[in-house]
């Protein structure tokens, strides 16, 4: 998996130019990195949360610090998403990680980010914190 996580990252210094471009290394490397990945479910509902044991459920707010400031679902630790792989050592993978935005756009990049480092137990929270509010 480091192999991914190195392109991964490389990705992001792709100018748009490169990466319009045909025979591109950075979308190539994707592609394989999708043939490869196993299926399952990236999302998890906020009524199917609610029906399981809070200890066994750690929440990262992947928003900024502002927004997480301003309302948060309790117990929830805040790793902007752009910063989740700089404090993937925080991480635990013996439980359920749920990860969570407004929407659930930016928690889905942290997820993608830290299935690509090896981790099976995230989650993205479906609809994001505004739907938990729901």
């Not at 471009?21 to 190539?28: A, K």
């Not at 117990?75 to 635990?92: D, T």
Request: charged fraction near 20%.
């Amino acid at each position: 998996m480091q192999k991914w996580l190195l392109i991964f990252v490389s990705l992001t210094f792709i100018t748009p130019s490169f990466a319009n471009e045909d025979n591109n290394p950075g979308v190539d490397a994707m592609q394989e990195y999708f043939e490869f990945a196993e299926y399952r479910g990236g999302t998890i509902f906020a009524d199917h949360l609610k029906k399981l044991d809070p200890k066994s459920i750690l929440f990262i707010d992947t928003r900024n610090a502002t927004q997480y400031e301003t309302d948060h679902i309790t117990g929830a630790i805040n790793i902007e998403w752009r910063q989740i792989l700089n404090h993937k050592n925080e991480i635990p993978k013996d439980r359920t990680v749920v990860l969570y935005c407004d929407t659930g756009l930016l928690s889905s990049k942290a997820h993608f980010a830290l299935s690509i480092a090896g981790f099976e137990n995230t989650r993205v929270l479906y609809g994001g914190y505004l739907q938990w509010e729901k």
